[in-house]
Nanobody
Framework: QAHLVESGGGLVQAGGSLRLSCAAI????????VGWYRQAPGKERELIAD???????NYADSVKGRFTVSKDNAKNAVYLQMDSLKSEDTATYYC?????????????????WGQGILVTVSS
């Protein structure tokens, strides 16, 4: 069963911007952490940005200064703002948040993957 829905991908010219969204579609207490990954054709999936459980934000060198990761606790959603896009940013992007689910015993932490969304940057 899907826990997330990703949106915001598509085709953009080099130098342009896109914002990816990843939202929980089932009731959750919150999102504790998130990683954004991408996988280009013929390459392995790589971590490009994350927010840790302690609230620290990290970026891969390839996207530092151009991409911004954020989290909206009220909407149970995470975002990846991508600016100054380059052709080498072309890839399928995946969110990987850690959901916080409240239950009778307390809280359960569940890491899930988005379905992936294609971003194509034309040069």
């Amino acid at each position: 069963q899907a826990h997330l829905v990703e949106s915001g991908g598509g085709l953009v010219q080099a130098g342009g911007s896109l914002r990816l969204s990843c939202a929980a579609i089932r009731p959750v207490y919150g999102i504790r952490a998130v990683g954004w990954y991408r996988q280009a054709p013929g390459k392995e999936r790589e971590l490009i940005a994350d927010i840790t459980t302690g609230g620290f934000i990290n970026y891969a060198d390839s996207v530092k200064g151009r991409f911004t990761v954020s989290k909206d606790n009220a909407k149970n959603a995470v975002y990846l703002q991508m600016d100054s896009l380059k052709s080498e940013d072309t890839a399928t992007y995946y969110c990987n948040p850690e959901l916080v689910i409240a239950n009778i015993e307390g809280y359960t932490y569940l890491k899930v993957w988005g379905q992936g969304i294609l971003v194509t940057v034309s040069s």
